[in-house]
């Protein structure tokens, strides 16, 4: 789960085409990464952060959800 694919971010500076353009300010100022490349098929993640794990969850209803 450390490795990553650096064409799965977008970086200060770079469009996307993929990118709702109301997300364009947003994407263009922050290192941003998709849902489908952070979640890969599962519906549930584990986020270590400062030595506690959080959990990320998409939710039936396809909100994301995160719980300590």
Not at 8 to 28: K, L, N, Q, T
Not at 52 to 67: F, V
């Amino acid at each position: 789960m450390n490795s990553h694919n650096p064409s799965d971010f977008r970086y200060r500076g770079r469009r996307s085409d993929d990118v709702p353009a109301r997300f364009d300010r947003v994407a263009m100022s922050v290192r941003t990464l998709s849902s489908n490349a952070l979640f890969q098929g599962e519906h549930e993640i584990g986020i270590e952060h400062h030595g506690a794990l959080y959990r990320l969850k998409i939710t039936r209803q396809g909100k994301l959800i995160l719980n300590k």
